[in-house]
Each structure stands twice: as structure tokens, then as C-alpha cells.
């Protein structure tokens, strides 16, 4: 048996390995730590862009349940951290980053990528530490993961001087044993007389509707939620990052709504019963701008109900009765209070409901058919949704980039259980997440399915990470919607000024290509016939696989920015 003290950094991996820690997203440094995490089997997932390995963290926190853990140097790989991030805070997605700093004894002399980490992590961390002497590392280690998965979920960075984690380890007189590494930490409802106050409002609403954000798929939250919508018939909406709450077939289930109002969209026939509603139930929503349609959505008059973990969101653009706690545990005590009500206005109404919002799908299904089940000429993603919609498992994790690619995912997909994952960076909605997001989702669910659909824009952020997905023999079925322009840009510009940029247009790129030069199978669907027999490869395929789909740069998504776009069409 070895007698060799401890270093720092076998103390910081042993204490991951106490919270659960499988995999650290990193490129090497800090390399005592690294080498020290890899020797008692923890998982270096190794990226190619520094910028990547944050929000491949990200993706895996989101679907595992799991705080995850990203590695960096420090100076600029640490300032690529900054983007990834700030999508997690923004999303409230709980990431450890472990920093290296300069050695103690060089800090303030300009040091060879010296740079103030403390500064460059206040605007997009909720946590941020430097760890001085070898007696403490344990507890900041422990606190960096309390701050990330307790109360609002969020990035903490503990910094973490290179000559420190080559240090002995001290010895310490209080052993720590617990484990951190899942989320929501701490679980907690309302009172009882807020949650009374609230069912007694549902029940004796007129049309009470939910509208269901991304905090309710943490910890259990869906399937709360999708009881909650059968005992009470409440119809049931969600945002973009909601998306998956509930199942999509279910006759009280509205699917997105947001933005997505425009042309050809589900929500131009739904929206009108929300905004009929009389009281609005908000579960895990921000209420931000484009979940709400620049917050013209929810009606003036109707009484808000918000369900969510952090007391500053409620009341932020809807005064609300307050039910501070976590979804599952919140909806569950409201559920278990509506079964002592009279549901007998809820149960009348319900056919009405159901009647009406098969309606909507029908006639959502009438205006898209012409786009979505065409054949000739250029494709268009609606007829890429179609054959993708024909293949899901309820087990398959859709994974999106920003802009274009997220609305046409939540916008034409349909859910096919509670809790089915859509990923979308909509915390920040920066271009090029969309592939490192399903690197880490693939990573948490390796048995499982996972398609990752790109625009070209967002793909070149980005591509370098197809070597990473060959290396590591990562299966995920890419899927570039390859129109040669910056779409949201183009048509933006377009609605906004009756011209557009010279930055908007692309030349004409294989993507083929480049995924071959990494060693990925690749094809290029240009023709309808050719798109099944590519996606049925991707996923019942057990490597990676690049599907090149030329798409037609008219397209956009039936957004409400778009309606004046659609009238010149």
C-alpha cells in the first residue's frame, strides 16, 4: 500500500469523485489536476475550442441531473469560458469551473497569462472564489458546488493557483462525506396557505392555463406537471425552453407559444386561449421576451400564479402570487390541494378545451402541409421536421443551436412523453452551442439517441469539435441546415430596414467535407428522397454521422417579427 502523501489536486479529485463526478470537460490544464483526476478514473472529455468546453458541461448538466464540472487555464482559456457561461447563468444550469491561476508567489508581477479572474467572472458566475492555503480546498470545493446546484441553479468558479494543487496536502480535522453533485439540491414548497390560496384560485377559475418554462424540467418538475394537467384539466403551454414538459399528444397540452405566432404556426391558433385566460399559472419561466412575445401574450386582467426557485423572478413583469420553490415539490403540494377542491368547473369545461385545441393542431397541420410535404425544389426544414417527427423515440434528446434552428425544432417537433428533451441555449442564445450541447447530452445519455440540428452560420462556430465527436467516438447525428446565409440576420434586417448587410451571405461551403477531414461519415441531401434513408442511418448508427442538408435560404420560422416578411411572400 502507497505511503505517498496527497497532493492538492488528488484531494480536489477525490472530493469530485464524492460528488459524482464521472467526466470533467477540459483540455488538459490544470494538468496536476487532470492527471490526478484521470489516475482514480475520471473522464477527461476533451475539447478542440476552449470556448466549447463550457457548454459541453452545459449539455450534460441539463440532461443528466448532474452538476457538471468544466476545466480551463487560465488567461484566455479562461476568457472563453466567459460565453458558455453566462448562457448556463442566464439558463440556470448548475457548472463548477475549476480555473487555474499563476503561482502564488508570481500573482501581480504580470506573470505569463496572468489576468484577473476575479473581474472576468462577476457578470456570468454566481460564485466566484480563490483558494489560498491547502487546509480549505475541501470546503471550497463543497461550496462551489452548494452555490451551483442550491437555490437558482448557476455557474461557481473556484480558482485555483498551479503551484497549489502541487502542494502536500494538509491534513484537516473535519473529514467531509457528502455529496453535492446533483440538482436542485435543496427541495421546498410554499406554505400551506399559499398553496391553498392557489387551488382554491384554479378551481375556481373560469380558464385558468399553464405556461411552463426550462426550470420546470429540473428534478422531477414534468411529471409533477403532466399529473397536475390531467387532475385539474389545465392546458398546458410551454416556451422554448419548456419545450418536452408534457406530452405533446396529450389533448390539454397547447405546445410552444412564445414568439411563435406568426404564419404557419401552431401558437396563431392558440394563443387566443391564453389570451382568454383569467388566470395564468407560471411554472420555472423567467417570463422573458421571447417567451411571452415581448410580453404581449398573457392578458392584463387575469391573475398570476408563478411557481420558481428564485424569489426575484416573481413579480419581475407579472405581479404574482408567490410560490417560492422548486417545481416538482411545489406542483405536487398544488395537485394534492386541488383533490380537496371543487374540480366540478374544471371538469365541465375540459371538453370545450380539448375541442378547441384539437382544432388548433388541425389547422396548424392544414397551413403547414404545402411546406412540410413538399418535394420539389429546394427543401425546407418543416419537411425535415416531418421526416425527423416520423422517427422519434420518446427517449431521442433534440438538440438545437440559437436562432433559426430552435424555432423550427420547438416550433414544428411534438413532444411525445412528459420530460422529452429539447436543448436550446435560449439563456443567452449565442450561434455555435448547438453541437457542443449535444456532445455533453450524448455524454450523460450514451445509450440513447441524440440529434443535434445546426444552421451553417452556427456550425462554423464550432466544427473544429467534429474531430472531438471521431476521437471520442461520440454518436450524434448532426444535422446542418445549409441555406449559405445568416437567416435571422437577413430577414431581421429586412423587416427592420427594407435591406440587409453585406455580412448575410456565405460562400457556398461542403460541410462534407470538413467532417471528413476529421474522420466523420458525411452526406449531402440536396434531393427529398435522400433525407430518410440519411436520418435512419444517423440514429440507428453507433458512430457519428454528418448530414449536410441543402435547405432553401427563403425559409424562416413563423415568428411574430416575421409577419410582414410572409405578407411580401
Sequence with gaps: MSTKAQTVAEVIANALVRHGIKFVFGQSLPSALILACEAIG?????????????????????????????????????????????????????????????????????????????????????????????????????????????????????????????????????????????????????????????????????????????????????????????????????????????????????????????????????????GEADLVLLVGTRTNQNGTDSWSLIPAGAKILHVDIDPGEIGRSYEALRLVGTASETLRALREALLTQSLTLRQQARAGIEAQIARAWRAFENDRFGVACRTEGPLRPEFLMRELQARLSPETTIVTDASYSSFWVTGQLRSLRAGMRFITPRGLAGLGWGLPLAIGA??????????????????????????????????????????????????????????????????????????????????????AEDLGEALDRGLNGKSPLLIDMITDPGAFPPISLFEKLQEGV
Excluded at 476568457?79 to 440556470?92: G, R
Excluded at 445549409?482 to 423587416?495: S, Y
Design 42 to 274: 475520471i473522464r477527461q472529455i476533451a475539447y478542440r475550442q476552449e470556448n466549447m468546453g463550457g457548454a459541453m458541461a452545459d449539455g450534460f448538466a441539463r440532461v443528466s441531473g448532474q452538476v457538471s464540472v468544466v476545466t480551463a487555464q487560465n488567461g484566455p482559456a479562461a476568457t472563453l469560458l466567459v460565453p458558455p457561461l453566462a448562457e448556463a447563468l442566464k439558463a440556470s444550469i448548475p457548472v463548477v469551473a475549476l480555473v487555474q491561476e499563476v503561482e502564488r508567489d508570481q500573482a501581480d508581477r504580470n506573470a505569463f497569462q496572468e489576468l484577473d479572474h476575479l473581474a472576468l467572472f462577476q457578470a456570468c458566475a454566481k460564485w466566484i472564489r480563490r483558494v489560498g492555503v491547502a487546509e480549505r480546498v475541501e470546503d471550497y470545493i463543497d461550496a462551489a458546488f452548494t452555490a451551483a446546484a442550491s437555490g437558482r441553479p448557476g455557474p461557481a468558479v473556484v480558482l485555483l493557483p498551479a503551484d497549489l494543487l502541487r502542494e502536500q496536502a494538509a491534513t484537516v480535522a473535519f473529514k467531509r462525506h457528502a455529496s453535492l453533485g446533483h440538482w436542485p439540491l435543496d427541495r421546498f414548497q410554499p406554505d400551506a396557505g399559499a398553496i391553498e390560496e392557489a387551488a382554491r384560485a384554479i378551481a375556481q377559475a373560469r380558464s385558468p392555463v399553464v405556461l411552463a418554462g426550462g426550470g420546470v424540467h429540473a428534478g422531477g418538475g414534468a411529471s409533477e406537471l403532466a399529473e397536475l394537467q390531467e387532475v385539474a384539466s389545465l392546458p398546458v403551454f410551454t416556451t422554448n425552453m419548456g419545450k418536452g414538459a408534457v406530452d405533446e399528444h396529450h389533448s390539454l397540452s397547447a405546445g410552444v407559444l412564445g414568439s411563435l405566432v406568426g404564419p404557419r404556426s401552431l401558437g396563431r391558433h392558440t394563443r387566443t386561449l391564453l
Design 442 to 527: 450524448k455524454i450523460a445519455r450514451s445509450d440513447q439517441p441524440v440529434v443535434a440540428i445546426v444552421g451553417d452560420g452556427g456550425f462554423a462556430h464550432s466544427w473544429a469539435e467534429m474531430e472531438t465527436l471521431v476521437r471520442l467516438n461520440i454518436a450524434v447525428t448532426v444535422v446542418v441546415l445549409n441555406n449559405g446565409i445568416l437567416g435571422f440576420q437577413k430577414h431581421a434586417e429586412t423587416v427592420k430596414f427594407q435591406d440587409y448587410t453585406s455580412a448575410c451571405h456565405f460562400s457556398a461551403v461542403d460541410h462534407t467535407k470538413v467532417a471528413e477531414a476529421c474522420g466523420c461519415p458525411a452526406v449531402r441531401v440536396s434531393r
